[in-house]
């Protein structure tokens, strides 16, 4: 029997990881009887279940490239993969130079617009150049929208013919149950909801000011965790927000607010597959997003990113342009308008009808088994 690895850098609660999970808890089936392990390069705290068809390794490398190196070649001269599938750049750096060495087959999968997602820092260049140097020696690389393909063959040097474009797996049905889950509310209406890492590249703040600018009553709730945490605390108060914008962290269970929203809004400066933005359109959620690198456009207007100037009414939502608090303004109160519900409502459906898990599932699967 076949073995795959695949490998992340934990199971904390992002988009990545909650794909990772979701990918394992699909493949029973779709991966052929392989024999199927995981392995954790970080000891955190995990936001989502391993099946128990996957045999976890979890390592404790701290975040270290070196140490990632020395503890992942060990896990992998003890398992002897036939191939190994990685997310994130860190863990898809690590695995494309072991198994290079080692002889294995490696299928990495880009989740985000790798130049729009590095810092312009010393950090951020060196990130560049080893995801220029390493990332063309990868077997094949899945990226989540036909954005980052092009971003990496364009920038990076990955051959087009190495690369397969994947949509993430979305678990509709499942997204609709947790949806239905009663919830007491306790924020004013309308209510406006985020969901993300609270990181830079996020952009939050973006997202609390055009609230402020949009001066409406109502309620704005940002769901999730990370080090800005504060720093947006000081902005909600410092614009005299304390009562009307929330930060109550991570969510097991998001959907049920999401699904009780009149809007749910994207701010983020660079995206791979924004998971939320679907998931939102999946519960009926009225949408809105900037448009940044990549995904969004894709999303709800079914082609690659193009230049919009303002408020931009799409096929299955809207779109406005990253970095303009004022053009999101404008856009809260486009979605917010009498009457505006029932037809956004209708269009995130159609949209998030493009999704079908299983068909994405067995399509991961082709890309791993295929890889060369």
């Keep these: 029997m076949s073995r795959v690895v695949f490998i992340i850098n934990?199971?904390?609660?992002?988009?990545?990881?909650?794909?990772?999970?979701?990918?394992?808890?699909?493949?029973?089936?779709?991966?052929?009887?392989?024999?199927?392990?995981?392995v954790l390069l970080d000891d955190e705290?995990?936001?989502?279940?391993?099946?128990?068809?996957?045999?976890?390794?979890?390592?404790?490398?701290?975040g270290s490239m070196p140490g990632g190196l020395a503890e992942l070649w060990r896990v992998i001269g003890e398992i002897k993969p036939d191939i190994c599938v990685s997310f994130l750049t860190r863990s898809n750096l690590l695995a494309i130079l072991i198994c290079r060495l080692k002889g294995i087959r490696c299928v990495i999968s880009e989740r985000v617009n790798t130049s729009s997602h590095h810092p312009k820092s010393f950090s951020g260049y060196l990130a560049r150049v080893l995801t220029w140097l390493g990332y063309r020696h990868a077997n094949n690389v899945i990226a989540v929208s036909a954005g980052i393909a092009q971003d990496l063959s364009d920038?990076?040097?990955?051959?087009?013919?190495?690369?397969?474009?994947?949509?993430?797996?979305?678990?509709?049905?499942f997204i609709r149950q947790r949806g239905a889950d009663p919830l007491p509310l306790d924020y004013a209406r309308p209510l406006i909801v985020g969901m993300g890492r609270l990181v830079p590249n996020k952009n939050f703040a973006l997202l609390i000011d055009a609230f402020a600018r949009w001066g409406g009553s109502g309620s704005l709730?940002?769901?999730?965790?990370?080090?800005?945490?504060?720093?947006?605390?000081t902005q909600i108060a410092d614009l005299g927000l304390t009562g009307k914008v929330f930060l109550p962290g991570f969510a097991n269970n998001p959907f049920a607010l999401i699904k009780a929203a009149d809007c749910y809004v994207l701010p983020s400066n660079g995206e791979g597959f924004p998971n939320g933005l679907v998931e939102a359109m999946?519960?009926?959620t009225p949408v809105i997003s900037t448009n940044c690198h990549s995904g969004p456009a894709e999303i709800l207007d079914d082609r690659s990113y193009f230049e919009v100037g303002d408020v931009t009414d799409c096929k299955y939502g809207i779109l406005v342009p990253t970095n303009e608090p004022d053009a999101l303004a404008r856009a809260l109160a486009t979605a917010l308008a009498p009457g505006q519900y029932d037809v956004l409502q209708r269009k995130s459906l159609?949209?998030?009808?493009?999704?079908?898990?299983?068909?994405?599932?067995a399509t991961y699967w082709r890309a791993i088994a295929g890889a060369k």
Aim: charge should be negative; glycine fraction near 12%; aromatic fraction near 4%.
């Design 282 to 284: 999946c519960l009926g």
């Design 350 to 361: 159609a949209g998030a009808a493009r999704y079908d898990l299983n068909a994405t599932i």
């Design 155 to 173: 920038n990076y040097g990955v051959p087009p013919a190495q690369i397969a474009v994947i949509p993430n797996p979305v678990d509709g049905d």
């Design 45 to 62: 705290p995990s936001a989502y279940p391993v099946p128990t068809n996957v045999t976890l390794h979890q390592l404790d490398t701290k």
């Design 10 to 38: 934990s199971l904390t609660g992002g988009g990545a990881e909650r794909i990772m999970a979701r990918l394992l808890s699909h493949s029973a089936q779709a991966s052929g009887g392989r024999e199927l392990h995981l």
């Design 221 to 233: 709730v940002i769901l999730g965790e990370g080090p800005l945490k504060q720093a947006l605390e």
